[in-house]
């Protein structure tokens, strides 16, 4: 019970890892605001972890500011905030699992590649800019939001969710690995500015999680390459991210300020 009496918002909370977190923060105690884009979803997890349940845009600033209000206005003044809600690539992905598996196919039967995977010619502007606003500006806005309302009080704790494509590339998602990137500088910038007012910030950044946007954006060939890549042998769980993230909530990570933590199992080290 890490978290008992501490007030948490979750962003993207519906499914997949922001599900598995707002239950985890939930089970160590915390009141968790679930804000999701999708009703339904959010309302499910909210069950799930006792909390309330928010609808909002995150890519939307204004939209954002009213999700703290209300859960301030249910809840209580917010402790946590983690920044996770994300969306996948659409047609784009799918054509670069195509290409990717094609690759796949050459690299075996003939031992070198030939097919170009194109992804960055042909990722479009609405694409990228889709991209960044969910990850990159629902960051900002939602740490924003949070910080207006923490420093006040000098106490708090802002995680972000990033990814190991934000660490090192994932060839074929230039858009979702810019986008994670900028979390990563974005959360160094602002921790040392914040921490001064009392309100940490640091970053989780996972590999490969076994989820449905994944499930949705990867097929199962190219999963299985991926966790056969993986040192441990293995795709990630959302719950082993939640735990994470409620250790960088706690006080537990007291002296955590503007980090990084990766859980990869050894796909990336650093």
């Not at 009496?5 to 598995?20: C, Q």
């Not at 209580?76 to 796949?104: C, H, K, M, Y």
């Not at 969910?134 to 207006?148: E, I, M, N, P, S």
Request: glycine fraction near 12%; aromatic fraction near 4%.
């Amino acid at each position: 019970m890490r978290l008992e009496g501490k007030i948490a918002v979750v962003t993207g909370g519906g499914s997949g890892i922001g599900e598995a977190i707002a239950i985890r923060l939930a089970r160590e105690g915390a009141r968790v605001g679930v804000l999701d884009l999708d009703e339904t979803a959010a309302g499910l997890t909210a069950g799930a972890a006792d909390g309330v349940p928010i609808v909002a845009d995150v890519s939307d600033s204004a939209a954002v500011d009213r999700a703290l209000e209300q859960a301030e206005r249910e809840l209580g003044p917010v402790d946590i905030w983690v920044n996770n809600a994300g969306v996948g690539s659409t047609d784009f992905g799918d054509l670069v699992n195509e290409r990717a598996e094609q690759q796949i196919a050459e690299a075996a039967s003939a031992g070198a590649i030939t097919t170009a995977l194109d992804a960055l010619v042909r990722l479009s502007d609405d694409e990228w800019r889709r991209m960044l606003s969910v990850h990159l500006d629902g960051t900002f806005y939602g740490t924003r939001a949070a910080a207006r309302s923490m420093t006040k009080r000098r106490t708090g704790s802002i995680v972000n969710i990033a990814s190991i494509c934000g660490i090192e590339g994932c060839t074929g998602h230039p858009h979702y690995s810019a986008a994670k990137a900028g979390i990563l500088g974005f959360t160094r910038t602002v921790a040392k500015e914040l921490i001064v007012q009392g309100v940490r910030v640091n970053a989780v950044a996972p590999g490969f999680v076994e989820t449905p946007m994944l499930a949705r954006g990867m097929t199962p060939t190219l999963s299985a390459v991926v966790a056969v890549s993986t040192p441990i042998g293995r795709l990630a769980r959302p719950d082993e991210i939640a735990a994470t993230v409620a250790f960088l909530a706690s006080e537990d990570a007291s002296f955590f300020v503007g980090e990084t933590v990766s859980p990869n199992g050894g796909y990336v080290t650093t």
